[in-house]
């Protein structure tokens, strides 16, 4: 299925399952990732900052490195601190904070120029630090040596910030995720709306109740509705002179062909014959032509009153047969054409069952995403061999002491210019013929 066939609603619940099912994860997982990255800069600038600290407070004397009992930094100066500073000269430690009392462990030696610090991740007995060194020259008036500093920040200290800013963040992402879900679908339904609005409109041409669309649409929709109303204009336009084309085609063919009927020729038996023929492929012809330019925009014509009528005729029209019709119809069934086409169609059929039939005839319309329609009659049935032939312009069985002839040819054209179906087949419960009229609407309403 390409995206255009997709109903906008579907494509609607994509785009808030994307949103929320991949967007904000995304989101989500680029804030955790520029936040823990934000940490990290921290947490060098502040050891950076301890270690100027440190080099500020150094004595060094003929006796080495002296530092005070208690340093500036307070994070150094706790027994159970997530941070280390240590001095090591010629490779030996010379000094450590008292927050490194308890460990027991050797940092990274990295060889670096004197002044130059080295900021690195760094891992001791399957923990993680961030460690920061500095090799600086150490002087006095009568010596000078170098010194290494290296300050340590276990990296859990990080990951429980961490995890506190996640905690937080998911809150926030579920507060965001339902403020963006409300948003979308208030958005989603006010941009619909016209749409919707131009559906109605669109339907109420189909139905007959209005001829034009004149709601007020968004720029976007307004060449579509200019292009509409054109459309209908144009074809109002070519429905009237084809009524009016084929109003005067028939009175002009009408008057000689009567003429011809009561002048002498006319009493031989041949003649007689082939003017009636005239006559019929005439009406024929003018019918084919009239519902050949069916309109685009096809009214809803409800079924049953259609039938009721039908079926009303016939019961007088064949009252000697004494004739049992069953209907199956409900007053929600419709037809997306023309009344005068629906009567047409049925109307033929029906006739043409009462013909054949011997006491019973069943008529069942069934809707849902598509019309079917069948006609039933418990007759003599068509033979396979000239169901396909029953079609064709002036074809009758013998069976029929009338008709099927040019009114199956047109129920044929006219179920062709609607786009529909009919089948003829057995029918099982009558066990005479069966004829299926099928339209498919997709389910439109």
Not at 8 to 33: D, E, M, N, T, Y
Not at 144 to 172: C, H, P, Y
Not at 257 to 269: F, G, H, I, T, W
Not at 380 to 405: A, F, I, M, N, Q
Request: one cysteine or more; a neutral charge.
């Amino acid at each position: 299925m390409v995206a255009s066939q997709i109903p906008l609603k579907v494509r609607q619940g994509f785009i808030l399952v994307f949103v929320l099912l991949v967007a904000l994860p995304i989101l989500f997982f680029s804030i955790g990732k520029a936040y823990y990255a934000s940490l990290v800069e921290a947490t060098e600038k502040t050891l950076e900052a301890h270690l100027y600290s440190l080099i500020s407070e150094v004595d060094f004397t003929e006796r080495g490195i002296i530092m005070p009992s208690t340093i500036l930094a307070p994070e150094l100066n706790r027994l159970n601190s997530d941070t280390y500073a240590m001095i090591y000269r010629d490779d030996q430690p010379v000094w450590h904070s008292e927050s490194a009392v308890n460990v027991n462990f050797v940092p990274d030696y990295v060889e670096t120029k004197a002044g130059a610090a080295d900021f690195r991740r760094v891992q001791y007995k399957n923990t993680i630090y961030w460690q920061l060194s500095l090799t600086v020259i150490l002087n006095n008036i009568d010596q000078s040596e170098q010194a290494r500093f290296i300050l340590l920040k276990r990296n859990d200290a990080l990951l429980r910030l961490m995890d506190g800013f996640k905690q937080t963040l998911v809150n926030w992402m579920y507060v965001m995720g339902v403020a963006i879900a409300a948003l979308m679908a208030v958005g989603f339904v006010w941009s619909a709306r016209p749409l919707q609005r131009l559906d109605k409109e669109i339907k109420a041409i189909e139905s007959g109740d209005i001829q034009q669309i004149k709601g007020l649409y968004p720029v976007e929709l307004q060449t579509i509705k200019s292009d509409l109303n054109l459309l209908l204009e144009s074809q109002q336009r070519q429905k009237e002179r084809y009524r009016a084309s084929l109003s005067d085609l028939a009175h002009a063919l009408k008057t000689p062909l009567a003429v011809l009927k009561s002048s002498p020729l006319a009493n031989d038996a041949d003649a007689q014959e082939q003017l009636d023929r005239i006559n019929v492929m005439i009406e024929h012809q003018l019918k084919r032509a009239a519902t050949g330019a069916s309109d685009t925009w096809k009214k809803q014509t409800a079924i049953k009153p259609v039938l009721d009528s039908i079926l009303n005729a016939m019961s007088k029209v064949y009252r000697d047969k004494d004739i049992i019709f069953h209907c199956t119809a409900s007053d929600k069934d419709y037809f997306l054409g023309d009344k005068t086409d629906l009567l047409e169609l049925l109307g033929n059929l029906i006739d043409n069952a009462c013909k054949a039939c011997r006491s019973q005839v069943d008529i069942q319309v069934i809707q849902s995403k598509s019309l079917r329609i069948v006609i039933s009659d418990d007759g003599p049935g068509v033979p396979l061999d000239k169901r396909e032939s029953l079609l064709t312009r002036g074809t009758r069985l013998d069976t029929y002491e009338s008709g099927h002839g040019v009114g199956m040819a047109i129920v044929s054209d006219l179920v062709k210019s609607y786009h529909g179906t009919l089948t003829i087949a057995d029918s099982e419960q009558l066990n005479g013929a069966q004829f299926t009229l099928e339209f498919n609407y997709n389910g439109k309403k």
